[in-house]
């Protein structure tokens, strides 16, 4: 079977099962407190999953133009059920290990996975816009139905630290069977070792690369971050038990909002500007000034409003950053450029971390309104550069 003749859905189950199983685990924080756990312990849980994120995405994209895009995202989405696996049993070593894995598998899917449906959307006619909106969507969409069902099934389903995990487990499954015969896109490399190595050193310090997406990517879960991890903490006095299900909420509404947002961000977008990151960047300035306000006020109506539109925010730059890759990146290097991408906007997620170290020193209010300077400094940076679409380097 050809890539021509495959479909691009079964690639796409793949990287929304292993969206889904990324983020499954953050409207659960609060039940994991909520049942004695320190905040320490929920935290550095949380921060399991960037040890096996980060590497992933450094790596997963390298492997794929070894190996193929099928195999390394098979082996992503299974590595995803695995570690659902492990979530289900009790005790933080084996809750540790599982959200580990689920960095993995959801590395794969961002830097292959998405790449994969892209691919194989072209091969199909699909426009080189609808193709990278397409995996980026189903990967937004993962994030978000996932966190919503884990959610929803934790505050009114049985076995609130088993089910969620257990239902992902035997849908990814699922995905991973009708993947099995989606066909590959990506040929065996003939090239010297050495130069594909130069051919994905040479995107990364692409001018485009260094000076139009680097300021963009942090903000693109650094945005989500402050979304759905600090909009909760501001206002959860004012929430009383309904405290998961208003995370829960949080999380749908900002993942629900960037997946909506991502078709239109082929309008937004120009060959020749930065237009789509600019607007990006501004529009996450004015979500910074909302989660400002919801500080101020601890509204917990305001602070849905600051998550939507942070979530805007992160699906345009989301999108919008993809779009860049895609026109500076050599066919070779795309996947490991894809994941150098992701692993920058990751970064993002020590905001909140940052946030609450910081808060001993000035309130929240205070830091989302310097956050909100910062986004709008980096809005200048890329509107300096946003003029002329800069030449492919030579590979």
């Known amino acids: 079977m050809s890539a021509r003749t495959g479909h691009w859905w079964p690639a796409a189950a793949t990287v929304f099962a292993c969206g889904w199983g990324g983020n499954q685990f953050t409207p659960l924080l609060v039940m994991y407190r909520a049942n004695g756990w320190s905040t320490v312990t929920v935290d550095a849980l949380l921060g399991a999953y960037v040890f096996g994120l980060v590497p992933g995405l450094l790596t997963a994209g390298t492997l794929s133009e070894r190996w193929g895009r099928r195999r390394v995202m098979i082996g992503g989405t299974v590595l995803s059920v695995l570690a659902s696996v492990l979530l289900t049993i009790p005790g933080v070593a084996w809750i540790a290990a599982g959200r580990f894995v689920t960095g993995l598998g959801a590395a794969a899917a961002m830097a292959v996975g998405t790449v994969w449906v892209a691919e194989l959307s072209r091969a199909r006619g699909a426009s080189h816009p609808v193709a990278v909106r397409r995996g980026a969507l189903w990967l937004t969409l993962g994030f978000g139905l996932g966190a919503g069902i884990a959610g929803v099934l934790a505050q009114w389903g049985p076995w609130p630290m088993v089910l969620p995990y257990v239902v992902h487990a035997v849908c990814a499954s699922a995905a991973l069977v009708v993947a099995l015969r989606t066909p590959e896109t990506r ?136 779009q860049e890759i895609g026109r500076i990146a050599h066919p070779d290097n795309i996947a490991p450029l894809t994941g150098a991408y992701y692993a920058l906007a990751y970064l993002g997620f020590l905001v909140p971390s940052i946030l609450a170290v910081l808060s001993s020193v000035a309130g929240y209010d205070v830091l989302l309104a310097g956050l909100a300077l910062v986004a709008l400094a980096g809005s200048t940076v890329v509107l300096r550069y946003s003029r002329a679409h800069l030449p492919r380097l030579e590979y």
């Open 187 to 322: 040929p065996v490399p003939t090239g010297p070792s050495d130069q594909r190595l130069r051919g994905r050193l040479a995107g990364m310090r692409h001018p485009r690369f260094l000076r139009v997406v680097l300021p963009m990517a942090p903000w693109i879960f650094g945005s989500a971050g402050v979304a759905y991890a600090v909009m909760p903490q501001l206002v959860g006095d004012r929430v009383g038990s309904w405290g998961l299900a208003y995370s829960t909420l949080l999380v749908v509404c900002t993942l629900g909002a960037g997946a909506l947002v991502q078709p239109f961000v082929r309008r937004l977008d120009r060959p020749s500007s930065a237009r789509a990151v600019i607007v990006a960047m501004l529009v996450m300035t004015a979500g910074m000034v909302a989660g400002t306000l919801a500080a101020v006020v601890r509204s917990p109506v305001v602070a849905l409003l600051a998550a939507v539109t942070l979530g805007v925010a992160y699906g345009i730059a989301l999108v919008a950053g993809l």
